[in-house]
C-alpha cells in the first residue's frame, strides 16, 4: 500500500511559477514510476508528466512541454512537478499517482493522491 500527498498547490498570476511536491510513504518508493495528472472541471483526468523508477526517463503531455519539469528523489520518497509560465488554462487539480507499470498508461496507475487546486489568474 502507498499512500501520496500532494502539497504547493494554490492562486498564481499567469506566467507565474509554482512548484508541487508529492510526498510517498509505504511500499517501495524507488521501484515505482510516477506521474502528474490534472482534472480540470469538465474535463477528463490529463496525464502531463511521468518519471521512471529510475528517473532516467520522463514523459510529457505536448500541453506542458518545455513548461512544467518532473523530477523525483528516492532518498526523500518524493516526485515534484515545477510548473513555469502558467496559463489560466493549466488551472485543474493535480495529483500525483504510482505505477509498477508502464508510466504512459493512465488505468495502469495503482495509488492515487488526493490531489492539489492549482489556479491560474489572467
Known amino acids: 500500500q502507498v499512500h501520496l500527498v500532494e502539497s504547493g498547490g494554490g492562486l498564481v498570476q499567469a506566467g507565474g511559477s509554482l512548484r508541487l511536491s508529492c510526498a510517498a510513504s509505504?511500499?517501495?518508493?524507488?521501484?515505482?514510476?510516477m506521474g502528474w495528472f490534472r482534472q480540470a472541471p469538465g474535463k477528463e483526468r490529463e496525464l502531463i508528466a511521468a518519471?521512471?523508477?529510475?528517473?532516467?526517463?520522463?514523459y510529457y503531455a505536448d500541453s506542458v512541454k518545455g513548461r512544467f519539469t518532473i523530477s523525483r528523489d528516492n532518498a526523500k520518497k518524493s516526485v515534484y512537478l515545477q510548473m513555469n509560465s502558467l496559463k489560466p488554462e493549466d488551472t485543474a487539480v493535480y495529483s500525483c499517482?504510482?505505477?509498477?507499470?508502464?508510466?504512459?498508461?493512465?488505468?495502469?496507475?495503482?495509488?492515487w493522491g488526493q490531489g492539489t487546486q492549482v489556479t491560474v489568474s489572467s
Open positions: 499517482a504510482s505505477t509498477t507499470q508502464a508510466m504512459g498508461i493512465t488505468a495502469l496507475y495503482d495509488y
Open positions: 518519471i521512471k523508477w529510475s528517473g532516467g526517463s520522463t
Open positions: 509505504g511500499g517501495t518508493f524507488s521501484r515505482y514510476s
